[in-house]
């Protein structure tokens, strides 16, 4: 098997920032409330006319400009994404499109918060066995689309951005390991109930605002923190490496206070851990893959470091993987 990192990372974030503020007018909420119970002081929202494919195709052209691969020369892209352009085509052949990479393989793949990961294990297993030379792998979400704006209980929450990474044969390092999980036992934690064929679009499900993001809170943040928390631990089994292995960990960005139990759990000092929730808020599949391009792009990962992707989303599913960069 072929040893397979990470040789160009890029993001796109829209330029229109919501903040607590602006919220305040929307629905009765305080910045106060949103910042103590999230850690989140803004998001982006897109503009108006602009999709998914949009942002993914930004962030796709950043991360392969980084690497001396040429769009043509992709033998393979996936998007992970839940708020696609549309039901079909996917957004993979649409931004396929748009760069021009006439060779390669593109599907999408629906793993919600976890999507990045589960996209970056995906693409590690084509290049790994030889089916492919490369791989772009995006998180682009436009939740803004799918958020209710009435609803003071997720609509402070959810963001609009998108993230990408080239991934190719390493020489050494690389991916050490990946690790990923699921339980549709627990699908009506957090789902979207309308738009597909259980509730088709009708002035119905319009009417009951099927067409929105429904969650339970409260049930997700216990098992956000446990879930994580035991992927971290499992993912770096894997390596053959113990917590104090890790130089930099990117997680998921539901909320500040998620992320900061699971690093008690896991006796993880906040200094190893990336943040962006404060500035963009959860972004899905997008959070990790912007959190991963920013803390590149800082130098807060540096080559040679142990870098550790942790996610948990809807599904619910979740994902682990750790990074010799
Ligand atoms: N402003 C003010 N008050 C609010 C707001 C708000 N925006 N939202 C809720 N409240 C109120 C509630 O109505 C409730 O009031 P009540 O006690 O009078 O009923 C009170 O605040 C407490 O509500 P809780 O739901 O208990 O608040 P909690 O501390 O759990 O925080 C939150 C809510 C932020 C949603 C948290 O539960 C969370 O982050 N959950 C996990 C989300 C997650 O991980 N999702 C999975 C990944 S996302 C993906 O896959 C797309």
Redesign the pocket.
Known sequence: MKKVGIIGVGEYLPKKVLTNAD?EKM????DE??TT??GIKQRRMVGRGEATSDLAIKAAKRAIAETSIKPEELDLIIVAT?TPDMAFPSVACLLQNALHAKHAISFDISA???GFVYAIAVAQQFIARGGCRNALVVGAEV?SSITDWKD???????GDGAGAAVLAEAKSGGILSTYLGSDGSKADL?RLPGGGSRHPATQATIKKRLHF?K?Q??E??KL?VTTMANAAQQALKRAGMECKDIDMVIP?Q??M??ILAMAKKLGLAKEKIYFNIAKYG?M?SASTATALCEAVKEGRIKKGDVVLLDA???GLVWGACVIRW
């Open positions: 919220l629905v009765d909420t305080s409330w949103i119970r999230t839940i919600a918060c976890a939740l003071r209980n997720t609509c402070v929450l959810f957090l993001i969650m809170g409260n997700l943040f956000a998921h539901a909320n206070r998620i959860n899905s948990f989303g809807s």
